[in-house]
């Protein structure tokens, strides 16, 4: 095996072992990084790299939407409207529909949440 290929499983493993890390201390991604004195770059940077290492080995896998417990209460349902989808989601038998015209608020709340699945 190429020792590139090895060194980079390593530092995949380690950034994945970091960040898992983070998410359990309950701390921002700021905080984390300040207190454990690497740059919210790098952070960032290896993140994506996990995330699409994820993805390309696992292109089918799905993650549960939960609302946050301080905003679930915001949450209404109302009529079903079909129009063109550019994205469909499927959370707990519910169907969510974006596309360009989804309002900005429930669009940033769907990617904080996603951002937050583990």
């Not at 993140?47 to 089918?60: C, G, M, Q, V, Y």
Request: neutral net charge; proline residues 4%; contains cysteine.
């Amino acid at each position: 095996m190429d020792t590139q290929v090895v060194k980079q499983n390593v530092q995949m493993s380690q950034w994945a072992g970091i960040i898992q890390d983070r998410i359990t201390s309950g701390k921002t991604i700021t905080e984390y990084c300040d207190l454990h004195g690497i740059t919210r770059t790098k952070y960032y940077y290896w993140l994506r790299k996990l995330r699409k290492s994820a993805i390309d080995n696992n292109p089918t896998a799905f993650a549960e939407l939960t609302p946050p417990k301080d905003e679930a209460k915001s949450i209404t349902t109302g009529p079903r409207i079909d129009y063109n989808a550019q994205v469909e989601l499927y959370v707990a038998g519910v169907r969510i529909v974006i596309n360009e015209s989804t309002p900005r608020d429930l669009l940033k709340m769907v990617l904080e949440v996603v951002s937050d699945a583990e």
